[in-house]
């Protein structure tokens, strides 16, 4: 499981990933292959119900 580490208050980044744990029911980071950098992914309620 990835947990986002909330920066001290003098920091002028590193919220996203607090914001996004704070509002979706799971996410994850993946590594770019072949590239920099990272993917984030979020499952996110929309209220919406499924056809039964």
């Known amino acids: ?27 994850g980071v993946t590594d770019r292959k072949g590239a920099p950098g990272k993917t984030v992914w979020a499952v996110v309620a929309t209220g919406l119900r499924s056809p039964a």
Do not use: F, H, I, Y
Request: proline letters at 4%; charged letters at 20%; one cysteine or more.
């Open 1 to 27: 499981m990835v947990r986002a580490v909330l920066p001290t208050g003098d920091e002028t980044a590193g919220r996203g990933l607090v914001l996004v744990a704070a509002l979706c029911q799971e996410w």
